[in-house]
């Protein structure tokens, strides 16, 4: 990758790397088979023709993007994928094998429990620490953001995160509260002073967690890592390179939360503006660093408070839509290819969201009517949805296939769409999800 | 100054305003029911409003913090609560495993905006919580929210734990949240389900009779 580099080019790059895939010793990968290197291959263009939208594929992609799923299946607890990682990674493998889709997302949504507990991650409820043993983690929505500290936050976001917002949310973080501060440390003259805070005890207890923390990352990743580079040398791609959000999600979700930033739209609109411009350029390299460091082009968004019903059309326009463009276009620009969810209904913002070019990004379609989403926002975007949670949960394979045949006739025609499921789900009768799959692969061939 | 001035300011969401008018009228011996008043009918243009689509969540949570500053203001010289007009009770909740309340907490707000008496049990209740409230409060609704597609079960299991108290046949239940669609009414066994607050508020009204 050299900076001289187009966007267009540096997309490319990233789409050959993951046609010509390496093994983490930078070897080229070794598939199980000449059938399985095929099939890799033919799904990693499947995803990119339909993606790019120039022309048709071979057929219409498919691919589940599960919550808790995979392990329920397995009969596990949430409990057991968060803590037991190698009965987590093996629960993912045999998940991907049973159902067969194009493509996988990884075998990261349970993430490490005991990582968790190290920090004493306050955000969330994980089992066994708010929420019972067969429950997915949910955030604990709060102020964790002062009204106050806006201008902290605009003039200095890393700063701010390092000393006021990370050792609120991480408790054993507390000792960053008593960091120096960085750009001070310039000349040798009294420089020391600078270093103080590292010699006492409670920063050094936030350090002492840090390895702990980290150790337990580094554990975590090991087994749960491997499992994209096994599923790939059995013709199953990973694609996604790693995520980021909308600037107002960002304040929205877990900073501010919902009614703080919701208050903060009357209160102090101009500084909701400022923060979120403050945020953009951050959240652009996010993404970037990312899909470099993964080598996959895929950069997750998921959307929150910009859904139907949560904001007005005028206030959508105003303070959700602007920042959040800017990432999309900002990662395109560094070759990244946005995908963003559009998690809930996004009926009404269909005519706004639409304003993007064309073949560059993916959109991942949860309770929108799909016929009305390809109309306007699929004219210049790949879909991908939108099987609902309750027809997978309650409905029947039959009522499953009709329901993909039909995204297929609304939505699919002209290429651009990716059958998967609308909502990030922990329930479903496995033979829907397998429905799911088959009716792609049969009714999807063009 | 006039009530209906202070009506204008809280439904047009000058927080500042209205509540420098309240002051203002406390201090030149306006009866705090009359303020009351004001604020409740304030309350009912908000929740039109929100039903046809010109306010949105800030409106309903920054209502809702007008609302509470005022009532802050009055209660030092609030000697009974005035009587209200109520069509009827709704018990409402996110069930149990789930802690969302996004969705809970506007159904909540529109439902006591269009007249209802609503008991909020909060998040993740279980459901002998829904059952003792039913048996307490009586109302003639019960609402069961949920985002997660674990919350379908817990629906469906406070829905028969309510049958098996006896007490099914004496409320409509409506469910919503997340991916609730028929498939989930008819597994749950709920009488109704609703896409949004204001279907909530309209199912709500049927069922108790109101115009």
């Known amino acids: ?446 | 100054m006039s009530e209906q001035e202070l009506i204008q300011a809280i439904a047009d969401m000058r927080e500042e305003e209205a509540v420098q008018m309240v002051r203002d009228m406390m201090a030149h011996d306006v009866k705090p029911a009359a303020i009351l008043d004001a604020v409740r009918k304030a309350m009912d243009i908000i929740g039109e409003r929100y039903e046809k689509g010109v306010y949105f969540l800030p409106e309903l949570i920054l209502a809702g913090e007008i609302m509470s500053q005022i009532v802050e203001i009055l209660k030092p010289k609030l000697v009974e609560s005035p009587e209200i007009k109520r069509y009827g009770r709704v018990v409402i909740g996110t069930v149990k495993g789930d802690i969302h309340d996004i969705g809970k907490n506007i159904v909540t707000f529109m439902l006591d905006a269009n007249g209802f008496e609503v008991l909020d049990l909060g998040v993740d209740v279980p459901p002998e919580k829904f059952v003792e409230a039913v048996r307490e409060f009586q109302p003639q609704v019960v609402g069961l929210s949920g985002f997660l597609t674990l919350a379908f079960d817990s629906m469906r299991e406070t829905i028969q734990a309510l049958e098996r108290a006896g007490l099914r046949d004496k409320v409509k239940v409506m469910i919503g949240g997340g991916s609730v669609d028929e498939h989930v009414r008819a597994y749950t066994g709920a009488d109704a389900f609703g896409k949004d607050a204001v279907a909530g508020v309209a199912l709500a009204k049927k069922w108790i009779g109101v115009q």
């Open chain 1, 1 to 446: 990758m050299t900076p001289q580099m187009s966007p267009d080019q540096k997309r490319e790059a990233l789409w050959q790397g993951k046609l010509s895939p390496k093994d983490p010793q930078g070897n080229p990968l070794q598939f199980q088979s000449p059938e399985a290197e095929k099939k890799y291959k033919e799904s990693v263009l499947r995803f990119k023709t339909a993606i790019e939208m120039e022309k048709l594929p071979d057929r219409v992609p498919v691919t589940i993007f599960p919550s808790m799923f995979p392990w329920k299946y397995a009969g596990m607890t949430v409990q057991e994928a968060m803590y037991d990682y190698e009965k987590c990674a093996a629960a993912f493998k045999k998940f991907i094998l049973d159902f067969d889709p194009d493509v996988q997302w990884g075998a990261y949504a349970p993430g490490p429990g005991r990582f968790y507990e190290i920090l004493d991650y306050k955000l969330y409820s994980w089992p066994g620490h708010g929420v019972a043993p067969d429950c997915c983690y949910q955030c604990n929505e709060g102020e964790y953001m002062k009204p106050e500290e806006y201008d902290a936050l605009i003039e200095d976001p890393t700063g701010y995160f390092i000393h006021v917002y990370l050792p609120r949310v991480f408790g054993a973080l507390n000792g960053f509260q008593m960091l120096p501060f960085f750009p001070g440390i310039l000349e040798m003259y009294a420089v020391a002073l600078n270093f103080i805070p590292f010699g006492l005890p409670p920063v050094q207890a936030t350090f002492q967690a840090l390895f702990e923390a980290g150790a337990e990352a580094l554990k975590w990743i090991s087994v749960i890592g491997p499992v994209d580079v096994e599923l790939a040398t059995m013709g199953y791609p990973a694609l996604l390179g790693g995520f980021t959000k909308a600037p107002f999600d960002v304040l929205g979700d877990t900073l501010r939360g919902t009614k703080g930033i919701m208050l903060d739209l009357y209160r102090r609109p101009d500084k909701v503006l400022k923060a979120m411009e403050a945020l953009t350029p951050l959240m652009i390299k996010m993404g970037i660093n990312s899909a470099q460091a993964t080598g996959n082009p895929l950069i997750f968004i998921p959307l929150h408070k910009g859904a139907d019903g949560f904001l007005s059309d005028e206030q959508f326009k105003k303070f959700y839509w602007p920042t959040l463009k800017e990432v999309i276009l900002g990662l395109i620009e560094g070759g990244c290819v946005p995908f963003p969810a559009a998690e809930g209904g996004y009926s009404s913002r269909l005519e706004v969201v639409k304003d993007l070019p064309r073949g560059k990004t993916v959109w991942m379609i949860d309770l929108t009517d799909m016929a009305d989403a390809k109309r306007t926002l699929g004219q210049n975007a790949c879909l991908m949805g939108n099987v609902p949670s309750s027809l997978l949960n309650l409905g029947t394979p039959e009522e499953v296939r009709a329901y993909v045949k039909r995204l297929i006739e609304v939505a699919g025609k002209d290429g651009g769409l990716i059958i998967s499921n609308g909502a990030f789900f922990d329930e479903a009768k496995p033979e829907n999800v397998k429905a799911m799959v088959e009716a792609a692969k049969e009714y999807g061939v063009y």
